[in-house]
């Protein structure tokens, strides 16, 4: 079993920065891969980032490409998605999820854990 707990999220305006945490207890964390996931109002949840259990392979949605960076630090049992230049469209609930298998890191399906989430927005 994993547990996550995201942080970090909060009311920003265009153009400014915020950096999500994610903790997560259970022994395995430093062996599974994670990804950062987002829902906005009306809207599916959507892939936001991920990355390879060694931390060494990253993965980005189109939309936060060159804006946004995910790493790990697994003796700290933490993931984080450092978020720059954000966007109005950037608002939603941002989740955390670890998944023990393969497949296609955008598909939230192949994610087995999920944390309770945390809000960003972003608006003038």
């Known amino acids: 079993q994993v547990q996550l707990v995201e942080s970090g999220g909060g009311l920003v305006q265009p153009g400014d920065s915020l950096r999500l945490s994610c903790a997560a207890s259970?022994?395995?964390?430093?062996?599974?891969?994670m990804g950062w996931f987002r829902q906005a109002p009306g809207k599916e949840r959507e892939f936001v980032a991920g990355?390879?259990?060694?931390?060494?392979?990253?993965y980005y949605a189109d939309s936060v490409k060159g804006r946004f960076t995910i790493s790990r630090e697994n003796a700290a049992y933490t993931v984080l998605l450092q978020m720059n230049s954000l966007k109005p469209e950037d608002t939603g609930v941002y989740y955390c999820?670890?998944?023990?298998?393969?497949?296609?890191?955008?598909?939230?399906?192949?994610?087995?854990?999920w944390g309770q989430g945390t809000q960003v927005t972003v608006s003038s």
């Open positions: 259970g022994r395995t964390f430093g062996t599974v891969a």
């Open positions: 999820a670890v998944r023990r298998g393969g497949g296609n890191y955008a598909r939230s399906s192949n994610y087995d854990y």
């Open positions: 990355i390879t259990w060694s931390g060494i392979s990253t």
